[in-house]
Antibody, heavy 118, light 107 residues
Framework: QVQLQESGPGLVKPSETLSLTCTVSGGSISSYYWSWIRQPPGKGLEWIGYIYYSGSTNYNPSLKSRVTISVDTSKNQFSLKLSSVTAADTAVYYC????????????WGQGTLVTVSS | EIVLTQSPDFQSVTPKEKVTITCRASQSIGSSLHWYQQKPDQSPKLLIKYASQSFSGVPSRFSGSGSGTDFTLTINSLEAEDAATYYCHQSSSLPQTFGQGTKLEIK
């Protein structure tokens, strides 16, 4: 059974870059799409974007200028970078696996809370 | 961007009751509508994909229907463990979007 685990700093200062990694275990990162989704405290879900294991990406236009998703197949990991963060970027960040681009994620990580504050 | 509007925002129900949650899309999305259950401090769990297909391991009391712009999640014979927030999600066009959520409270 595939498992996903997010990791990274829980506190980021305003204007800095948020960096998170999702480690995939129990299966290969190859042949799948990998997504980041976030949820501000007490609010709904927001799709950030996804990456194919080969490296092709799609991002939410509302975040596109600040987001980079990358993949490291040798480590079975993929990563999220979000630049110039503000308090509005405070959220639980989830990584998830998609079988294909339009297919809903059936496997999610447990999520990690990132707070943007000085 | 496609906007998904769920109703109701909140519902208080008794065990064994039948529950219906609706999701309306701002434009036609075919059957590319999915439903998730999220309990406090947990990640969302996929219940229904493509409007009516049950995801692996989901109890049979959960079902979905609809196409185009109007969709429904039905929970038959509600159980106490079904207390959660339910979200719809469209993957028809980018950016993918989610509904605002429906919180289900068990009396």
């Amino acid at each position: 059974q595939v498992q996903l685990q997010e990791s990274g700093p829980g506190l980021v200062k305003p204007s800095e870059t948020l960096s998170l990694t999702c480690t995939v275990s129990g299966g290969s990162i190859s042949s799948y799409y990998w997504s980041w989704i976030r949820q501000p405290p007490g609010k709904g879900l927001e799709w950030i974007g996804y990456i194919y294991y080969s490296g092709s990406t799609n991002y939410n236009p509302s975040l596109k200028s600040r987001v980079t998703i990358s993949v490291d197949t040798s480590k079975n990991q993929f990563s999220l970078k979000l630049s110039s963060v503000t308090a509005a970027d405070t959220a639980v960040y989830y990584c998830a696996r998609l079988a294909a681009a339009g297919i809903p994620p059936g496997h999610w990580g447990q999520g990690t809370l990132v707070t943007v504050s000085s | 961007e496609i906007v998904l509007t769920q109703s109701p925002d909140f519902q208080s129900v008794t065990p064994k009751e039948k529950v219906t949650i609706t999701c309306r899309a701002s434009q036609s999305i075919g059957s590319s509508l999915h439903w998730y259950q999220q309990k406090p401090d947990q990640s969302p769990k996929l219940l229904i994909k493509y409007a009516s297909q049950s995801f692996s391991g989901v109890p049979s009391r959960f079902s979905g229907s609809g196409s185009g712009t109007d969709f429904t999640l039905t929970i038959n014979s509600l159980e106490a463990e079904d207390a959660a927030t339910y979200y719809c999600h469209q993957s028809s066009s980018l950016p993918q979007t989610f509904g605002q959520g429906t919180k289900l409270e068990i009396k």
